[in-house]
């Protein structure tokens, strides 16, 4: 079984170029994943992959159960996950197609599990989180994407809201003042719950739109769309150079 999984997000339900080879569907003691994972090759190298959303794309983001979705890696084998999420931009640099691979986040969201530590314990468990994405997973998809020519900004701060509506002008104000630099809604508690099951996670994050307020705009799901053509294509681009580099 492959140690490397891909979860995609909104505009990667699916990857061009995946050989696959089966399916499994799995029941998890934390109930069913968004989707079955698919297994297959890319570029020779074995692959997990999981549509974060469900394919087709039909569970919000406050609905996923992460903690199936990533307790079911951890029990196919996985040990690195690459999570790729479609993302408003807040800063000047965080424009609609931009590739980003971030740094850090703040989490926004509530209501959701967002541990595996919360029942039968023999001791509470805190897992270190201070720096919530794996340094040299980042390190070696920032160099693929170099490699690739593909540009890519190398930090960014994460803002995880709740969604599914997007957000006011207002609140994209607050989490400016709070140093975010990109608003998504699942990047949060998927990173924890990995951290929590040791596995080595990063993010790969294309800008689908400017976030509320930083445009005239009205934000349109076509206007998305369009971005992330673009932007996921350049994504499936790096992380093909990255598997062959692997």
Excluded at 23 to 34: A, D, I, R, V
Aim: aromatic share 6%; glycine share 10%.
């Amino acid at each position: 079984m492959s140690t490397l999984a891909i979860i995609g997000g909104t505009g990667l339900s699916q990857i061009e170029g995946l050989e696959i080879s089966g399916q499994k569907q799995l029941t998890t003691p934390y109930g069913n994943p968004s989707a079955a994972y698919v297994l297959g090759r890319i570029s020779g190298t074995q692959v997990v992959f999981l549509a974060r959303h469900g394919n087709p794309h039909s569970i919000p983001p406050h609905r996923i159960n992460y903690r199936a979705n990533i307790w079911g890696l951890k029990e196919l084998g996985v040990t690195k996950v690459i999570a790729a999420a479609a993302v408003g931009g807040i800063t000047d640099e965080m424009s609609p197609g931009r590739i980003v691979i971030p740094t850090q986040l703040i989490d926004y969201s509530y209501g959701r599990d967002h541990t595996f530590f919360a029942d039968d314990l023999d001791q509470v468990t805190h897992i270190d989180f201070s720096h919530p994405y794996h340094e040299p997973l980042r390190r070696q998809l920032l160099a693929a994407a170099n490699k690739a020519g593909i540009p890519v900004s190398a930090q960014g701060v994460y803002g995880c809201t709740q969604g599914p509506r997007l957000e006011t002008a207002a609140e994209i104000q607050r989490m400016q003042r709070d140093g975010c630099d990109l608003v998504g809604m699942t990047g949060m508690p998927e990173a924890a719950l990995a951290r929590e099951l040791e596995l080595d996670y990063a993010a790969c994050a294309v800008v689908a739109n400017w976030a509320a307020g930083k445009t005239t705009s009205t934000i349109t799901m076509a206007e998305i769309e369009r971005n992330l053509e673009q932007g996921m294509a350049d994504m499936l681009k790096l992380l093909h150079q990255y598997l062959l580099d692997c």
